[in-house]
C-alpha cells in the first residue's frame, strides 16, 4: 500500500488522524490559499483542498494525499483567519447569538486522480457579553482558526449549539474521511 500523506501542517488534523490509529505522515503544502471570495463556499473548499493535495503530490507522486481546508461561513460570507485581534472581535461579535455554518472540503489524491467532498456543520453561539469576548481574545486561541474561535479549545464555552459532524468544525470530518480512505482501498488499521 502506498503511503498516506497528510498535506496539512494543522495540528489538529494530525492529532485527529492520530486518534484514529491511521498511518501518515505530514508534508504541509505551500499554495497560496487567496481565494476569490464570489465563489460558493463549497467551491472554496474544495479547490483549496485540491490545490493543496496537488502541491504535496509534485513531491509524493507515488502516496495516497490527503489534503482538507476548513472556512466559517456567516450570512453567506466567509469568515477566515482573522489577521488582527480587532478582526477576531469583529468576527466572535457577528457570531454572538447567531448560527453558521463550518465547511470542510477534503480531497483525496491518488494515482493522479482526485475525488473531493464537503462536509457542513451548523453551529450556535451563544449571547456573547464583550467581557466573554474579550477574555476569549486574550487566550490568543482566536487567531489561528476560522472565524476567530477553536470548538476543541476554549471556544467550547462559546457554542450553544451543534448539528453535524463536531470534527468538521475541529477541522477534518473524520468519519466520513476515514471511510473515504477505506473505499479507496486505503488500510485504517481501524
Known amino acids: 500500500m502506498k503511503p498516506l500523506i497528510l498535506a496539512s501542517g494543522s495540528p489538529r488534523r494530525k492529532q485527529l488522524l492520530e486518534q484514529m490509529n491511521v498511518p501518515f505522515t505530514v508534508c504541509k503544502s505551500t499554495i497560496d490559499e487567496t481565494f476569490d471570495p464570489t465563489f460558493p463556499p463549497d467551491e472554496v473548499v474544495q479547490q483549496l483542498a485540491r490545490q493543496k493535495a ?3 503530490a509534485k513531491k509524493h507522486e507515488d502516496s495516497f494525499i490527503l489534503a482538507a481546508d476548513t472556512i466559517v461561513v456567516f450570512q453567506g460570507r466567509i469568515l477566515g483567519k482573522p489577521a488582527t485581534e480587532q478582526e477576531a472581535r469583529q468576527m466572535l461579535s457577528q457570531l454572538s447569538d447567531q ?7 477534503v480531497a483525496l489524491l491518488h494515482q493522479g486522480q482526485v475525488e473531493t467532498f464537503v462536509e457542513t456543520t451548523e453551529v450556535r453561539f451563544w ?3 464583550d467581557t466573554e469576548i474579550e477574555t ?5 486561541e482566536p487567531f489561528d482558526k476560522a472565524g476567530a ?3 476543541q479549545g476554549l471556544g467550547a464555552y462559546l457554542v450553544k449549539e451543534l448539528k453535524g459532524d463536531y470534527y468538521n468544525v475541529v477541522g477534518l470530518p473524520l468519519s466520513r474521511t476515514v471511510r473515504a480512505l477505506k473505499v479507496h482501498g486505503f488500510s485504517t488499521r481501524f
Open 54 to 56: 496537488q502541491d504535496v
Open 99 to 105: 448560527s453558521h455554518e463550518v465547511l470542510t472540503g
Open 127 to 129: 449571547p456573547l457579553t
Open 136 to 140: 476569549y481574545l486574550q487566550t490568543g
Open 149 to 151: 474561535y477553536g470548538i
